[in-house]
T-cell receptor, first 114, second 116 residues
Framework: NAGVTQTPKFQVLKTGQSMTLQCAQD?????MYWYRQDPGMGLRLIYY???????DKGEVPNGYNVSRLNKREFSLRLESAAPSQTSVYFC?????????????FGPGTRLTVL | AQTVTQSQPEMSVQEAETVTLSCTYD???????LFWYKQPPSRQMILVIR??????QNATENRFSVNFQKAAKSFSLKISDSQLGDAAMYFC?????????????FGKGTHLIIQP
């Protein structure tokens, strides 16, 4: 089991460029999440997907879009990257939305927007 | 909205000693879950320990234990017999029992240094 995988691991963009961060899990989890981690901060929720076919906004959704392609995959898209989106992005999954469910995290993508 | 506060940006402890990391949170809910996550230099987020708010008994996992004080909204992590591999960022996190849009709410983290 690979758990949660993310691609790419590192990315440098210029302001205005677009890109998609990919995330996949092989644990047959229903729920998936995207977080961002800024220096000196904890992780903050961008978007989440309760189950295949549904997505909802988290705490900091502006500037992002997501797609739950199937049960395994949940992608995060930056349509027009801005320097404020420089961050480390984490994907996570859990069996369901209930609070007791452990969230399993991917290794993160370090994104720099120049 | 819930908030999580970790007041110690950095802590240092001698190998084999015991260290306690502090966490307080603010919520109006009665049912929720609290977590401690470890983030080593590899960036991987690793669950250390979990506490259900409805349980009075403090959770323990080997050398890791918590002191959960629900009335005081305090959730500290004690690491006994500290090892070099414990060096990492530690994040306290809160989650509503209903899950959903709240996801996990994290504190800003405590950087734990282990002195050999």
């Amino acid at each position: 089991n690979a758990g949660v995988t993310q691609t790419p691991k590192f990315q440098v963009l210029k302001t205005g460029q677009s890109m998609t961060l990919q995330c996949a899990q092989d644990m047959n989890h229903n729920s998936m999440y995207w977080y961002r981690q800024d220096p000196g901060m904890g992780l903050r929720l961008i978007y989440y997907s309760a189950s295949e076919g549904t997505t909802d906004k988290g705490e900091v959704p502006n500037g992002y879009n997501v797609s739950r392609l199937n049960k395994r995959e949940f992608s995060l898209r930056l349509e027009s990257a801005a320097p404020s989106q420089t961050s480390v992005y984490f994907c996570a999954s859990s069996p369901g939305l209930a609070g007791y469910n452990e969230q399993f995290f991917g290794p993160g993508t370090r994104l720099t927007v120049l | 909205a819930q908030t999580v506060t970790q007041s110690q940006p950095e802590m240092s402890v001698q190998e084999a000693e015991t260290v306690t990391l502090s966490c307080t949170y603010d919520t109006s809910e009665s049912d929720y879950y609290l977590f401690w996550y470890k983030q080593p230099p590899s960036r991987q987020m690793i669950l250390v320990i979990r506490q259900e708010a409805y349980k009075q008994q403090n959770a323990t996992e080997n050398r890791f234990s918590v002191n959960f004080q629900k009335a005081a909204k305090s959730f500290s992590l004690k690491i006994s017999d500290s090892q070099l591999g414990d060096a990492a960022m530690y994040f306290c996190a809160y989650r509503s029992d209903g899950g959903g849009a709240d996801g996990l709410t994290f504190g800003k983290g405590t950087h734990l240094i282990i002195q050999p």
